[in-house]
């Protein structure tokens, strides 16, 4: 079955920029999409195709996607944008299943 | 304002089946597919299926096929998920979402026990 890796932990600083990375192979293909999730609540969409923000999310955040990695960029990550990240992509296979990442976990301290 | 409410909490025994509904407001029901995901206590996000309002196609996760069914009313523009032959590792709280490339309207989450 189709996976997206990431690493299972980043932690900055507040004020510097937190980089989370997604590897999968139809990525080339496929469009990411990125999802923000603090303790007890449902997920928050920051990043929809690859790139593009959400009415609403602060502009510190950021994706691209180059080959087989997407990434996640916070510029200038504060306190509270620490939580859950969780990539999320669709195989590019002739079955479309859809998949997230086993999530990483943002600490900023 | 688009709201999706969810049912609330259930305790199941192992091999029962559960239902957990998801009624939408706030928007045109049959303009959105609605996706189901979910999550282990202290995992990450599953994704499990979704389904058309608009014509009730679904697509549902391979390690769930045959025991997970989605399934649409919408008459009270209410979506459902029932997973059967419940196990532990069922224990989850189980998400519904608007399908929606650019926005993110989510349920607040329906948490299933499973156990004896």
């Known amino acids: 079955s189709y996976e997206l890796t990431q690493p299972p932990s980043v932690s900055v600083s507040p004020g510097q920029t937190a980089r989370i990375t997604c590897s999968g192979d139809?990525?080339?293909?496929?469009?990411a999409y990125w999802y923000q999730q603090k303790s007890g609540q449902a997920p928050v969409l920051v990043i929809y195709?690859?790139?593009k923000r959400p009415s609403g999310i602060p502009e510190r955040f950021s994706g691209s996607s180059s080959g087989t990695m997407a990434t996640l960029t916070i510029s200038g990550a504060q306190v509270e944008d620490e939580a859950d990240y969780y990539c999320?992509?669709?195989?590019?296979?002739?079955?479309?299943?859809?998949?997230f990442g086993g999530g990483t976990k943002l600490t900023v301290l | 304002q688009v709201q999706l409410v969810q049912s609330g909490a259930e305790v199941k025994k192992p091999g029962a089946s559960v239902k957990v509904s998801c009624k939408a407001s706030g928007y045109t029901f049959t303009s959105y597919g609605i996706s189901w995901v979910r999550q282990a206590p202290g995992q990450g996000l599953e994704w499990m299926g979704w389904i058309s309002a608009y014509n009730g196609n679904t697509n549902y996760a391979q390690k769930l096929q045959g025991r997970v069914t989605m399934t649409t009313d919408t008459s009270t523009s209410t979506a459902y998920m029932e997973l059967r032959s419940l196990r532990s590792d069922d224990t989850a709280v189980y998400y519904c979402?608007?399908?929606?490339?650019?926005?993110?309207?989510w349920g607040q989450g329906t948490l299933v026990t499973v156990s004896s």
């Open positions: 999320y992509s669709t195989d590019s296979s002739g079955n479309p299943s859809e998949v």
């Open positions: 139809a990525l080339p293909k496929k469009y």
């Open positions: 195709e690859d790139s």
């Open positions: 979402a608007r399908r929606d490339s650019s926005g993110s309207y």
